[in-house]
C-alpha cells in the first residue's frame, strides 16, 4: 500500500510560516491526488488544499486561500503545504492524504482519501 509520512511542524508566532512536508512511501503510483486536512481541538476535520498528480490543478478553503501554497515533487514522491501568515486560528494537527483517483472537485471530502498520514502539531502563538 501507501505510507505517508509529514514532518515540518512546530510552534511559530503569528505572521510567521512553516512548510510542511508528506513523505510518500511504497505504492507510490496509488498517490494520484494528494491533499492536506488539518483538525483543531474539538472540531471536525477539515480541508486545506489538494493537488493533481501533475501539480497544474490546485484546490484551496477559503480560509487559507492567498497564504498557504500546496505543491509536490513526484520525483521524491513529496507533497509540500508552504504556509504563509499564519494565524492562530491555523493551530491544529495537519494531516496528509492520498487518494487513488484524479483530482476532483470531491477533494475537499476527507472519504475521498484512501491513504492518511499519522498527522502533524502545528502551533500558531498570538
Known amino acids: 500500500q501507501v505510507q505517508l509520512v509529514e514532518s515540518g511542524g512546530g510552534l511559530v508566532q503569528a505572521g510567521g510560516s512553516l512548510r510542511l512536508s508528506c513523505a510518500a512511501s511504497?505504492?507510490?503510483?496509488?498517490?494520484?491526488?494528494m491533499g492536506w486536512f488539518r483538525q483543531a481541538p474539538g472540531k471536525e476535520r477539515e480541508f486545506v488544499a489538494a493537488?493533481?498528480?501533475?501539480?497544474?490543478?490546485?484546490y484551496y478553503s477559503d480560509s487559507v486561500k492567498g497564504r498557504f501554497t500546496i505543491s509536490r515533487d513526484n520525483a521524491k514522491s513529496t507533497v509540500y503545504l508552504q504556509m504563509n501568515s499564519l494565524k492562530p486560528e491555523d493551530t491544529a494537527d495537519y494531516y496528509c492524504?492520498?487518494?487513488?483517483?484524479?483530482?476532483?472537485?470531491?477533494?475537499?471530502?476527507?472519504?475521498?482519501?484512501?491513504?492518511w498520514g499519522q498527522g502533524i502539531q502545528v502551533t500558531v502563538s498570538s
Open positions: 492524504a492520498a487518494d487513488r483517483s484524479s483530482l476532483s472537485k470531491g477533494a475537499s471530502t476527507s472519504y475521498e482519501y484512501d491513504y
Open positions: 511504497g505504492r507510490t503510483f496509488l498517490t494520484n491526488t
Open positions: 493537488i493533481s498528480w501533475s501539480g497544474s490543478v490546485t
